[in-house]
């Protein structure tokens, strides 16, 4: 034994706890093949098979649409686990960071597109769809300097109800269920909408209290530091 602490010599000294708050050096420590990242290559993964199992044989079989249902659900339902692991277990990394939203948004906009190719769905969906997702990650970018907009409830109602409607969309339904279908679509239209502009209103709250408080600090520098020169004046005296 070296006497040594555990810090010394290159451990941590402590347990990971679960569930706990992450530090610099545990999202470095992270290594990029752990499960959570793992599951989000799947989904990038999944995204051209599950484009090739929708549109072979013309797009309109049953037994290859229920095959790329399968693909899609496997890939909401991975999405639901990853960022979870990775908070919980500090699996956090750069690459997770980046790969987990373009996954998310690679395999809603490549079902979106693919069903309003074969036309089943409105062009107009897909364009209010992806625009609205496209256009709050821009938000989250121009906001970041100042605060990250967390994730509402109602945001997590709208993925729910777009993974829902689009996995419905992908099977082949008829009757009843494609009356559905389009009840629950509508749905989910009108949560993008909704929880879009909530974003914009919290992105817009956000920037202008960042922006006063960069201004405030700004202004209050040079009379900290005048009132600091005159403090150490005195005390020198």
């Known amino acids: 034994m070296t006497g040594a602490p555990a810090s010394a010599a290159g451990g941590s000294g402590a347990k990971p706890v679960r569930g706990g708050k992450l530090g610099t050096a545990a999202v470095n420590q992270a290594s990029l093949w752990n499960i959570a990242n793992l599951l989000t290559m799947l989904r990038l993964v999944l995204v ?28 909401m339902i991975t999405d639901l686990f990853d960022g979870h692991l990775a908070r919980t277990y500090n699996l956090v990394t750069d690459f997770g960071k980046i790969a987990d939203p373009i996954a998310d948004k690679a395999i809603m906009g490549a079902a979106l597109v693919c069903l309003s190719y074969l036309g089943d769905l409105p062009w107009w969906v897909t364009g209010v769809i992806l625009f609205r997702e496209l256009g709050i990650t821009l938000m989250r970018f121009w906001v970041i300097r100042h605060a990250v907009i967390p994730a509402s409830r109602g945001g997590k109602m709208k993925t729910l109800a777009q993974g829902t409607a689009v996995g419905m969309y ?46 405030a600090a700004a202004a209050a520098g040079p009379v900290q530091g005048a009132t600091g020169s005159r403090d150490s004046a005195e005390a020198e005296r």
């Open 48 to 75: 051209p098979g599950f484009v090739l199992l929708l549109l072979h044989n013309g797009g309109y079989d049953p037994v290859w649409r229920s095959f790329a249902w399968a693909a899609f659900a496997i890939a």
């Open 170 to 215: 992908v099977l082949a339904l008829t009757g009843p269920l494609a009356t559905l279908r389009f009840w629950v679509m509508a749905v989910a239209v009108v949560l993008t909408v909704v929880t879009g502009l909530d974003y914009v209103r919290q992105a817009v709250v956000l920037r202008r209290k960042g922006l006063a408080a960069e201004r």
